[in-house]
Nanobody, 114 residues
Framework: QVQLVESGGGLVQPGGSLRLSCAAS????????MGWYRQAPGKERELVAA???????NYADSAKGRFTIFRDSAKSTMYLQMNSLKPEDTAVYYC????????WGKGTLVTVSS
């Protein structure tokens, strides 16, 4: 049974940083492509960053230069380091794992506000 659990969200001031974590269970983490998505109120879910099983990464334009995605296979955990946060980064952030099918976590809320 694959499960994804996000953590690390919270309230942060503009310009601040947060590190999100996505802990995976189910035994397929090292073979899976992973990604972070976000959904702001009234908007569609969008890709923030993705990482392949081999470590290749890509970022949404809004994340380039500010966010870093990385993974630790020994811990079956994926991370998103977010720096220089802006109010428009406010959203629920979701973790996705892809291996034959897509699996989603329940999300963690990030609020950027002064």
């Amino acid at each position: 049974q694959v499960q994804l659990v996000e953590s690390g969200g919270g309230l942060v001031q503009p310009g601040g940083s947060l590190r999100l974590s996505c802990a995976a269970s189910g035994g397929i983490f090292s073979r899976s492509a992973m990604g972070w998505y976000r959904q702001a109120p009234g908007k569609e879910r969008e890709l923030v960053a993705a990482i392949t099983s081999g470590g290749g990464v890509n970022y949404a334009d809004s994340a380039k230069g500010r966010f870093t995605i990385f993974r630790d296979s020994a811990k079956s955990t994926m991370y998103l380091q977010m720096n220089s946060l802006k109010p428009e980064d406010t959203a629920v952030y979701y973790c996705k794992m892809s291996y034959g099918m897509d699996y989603w976590g329940k999300g963690t809320l990030v609020t950027v506000s002064s």
